[in-house]
């Protein structure tokens, strides 16, 4: 497994709404982190981490996974098409 930085911007438009999710998997010392940033399109403002620092590239790739499919669910569609490891 080729331990890689990856992100994906999912989007959420219904009647009024028009919101962006935006997760990244990242490198960060000797591990990896599962940064995310979500708000309406234009304005994103709110960031956060789903880890609790750096962790094994695994737990890092199954947290990204697991966020994606979780926006997903909610109605999120990503530009471009559906990621290749759903």
Same mark, same amino acid.
Do not use: H
């Given at each position: 497994?080729?331990?890689? *930085?990856?992100?994906?911007? $999912?989007?959420? !438009?219904?009647?009024?709404?028009?919101? %962006?999710?935006? %997760?990244? +998997? *990242?490198?960060?010392? $000797?591990?990896?982190? %599962?940064?995310? =940033?979500?708000? @309406? @399109?234009?304005?994103?403002?709110?960031?956060g981490s789903k880890t609790q620092g750096a962790v094994p590239?695994? $737990?890092? $790739?199954? !947290?990204?996974? =697991?966020?994606?499919?979780? =926006?997903?669910?909610?109605?999120?569609?990503?530009?471009g098409g559906k990621p290749a490891? +759903?």
């Amino acid at each position: 497994m080729v331990e890689e *930085e990856q992100s994906l911007s $999912l989007f959420y !438009t219904e009647g009024s709404s028009d919101k %962006v999710y935006e %997760v990244s +998997l *990242e490198k960060k010392d $000797l591990g990896f982190v %599962v940064n995310f =940033k979500y708000g @309406r @399109r234009g304005n994103v403002n709110n960031s956060g981490s789903k880890t609790q620092g750096a962790v094994p590239y695994d $737990l890092a $790739l199954k !947290t990204f996974k =697991k966020l994606v499919q979780e =926006k997903m669910a909610k109605g999120y569609q990503p530009a471009g098409g559906k990621p290749a490891f +759903l």
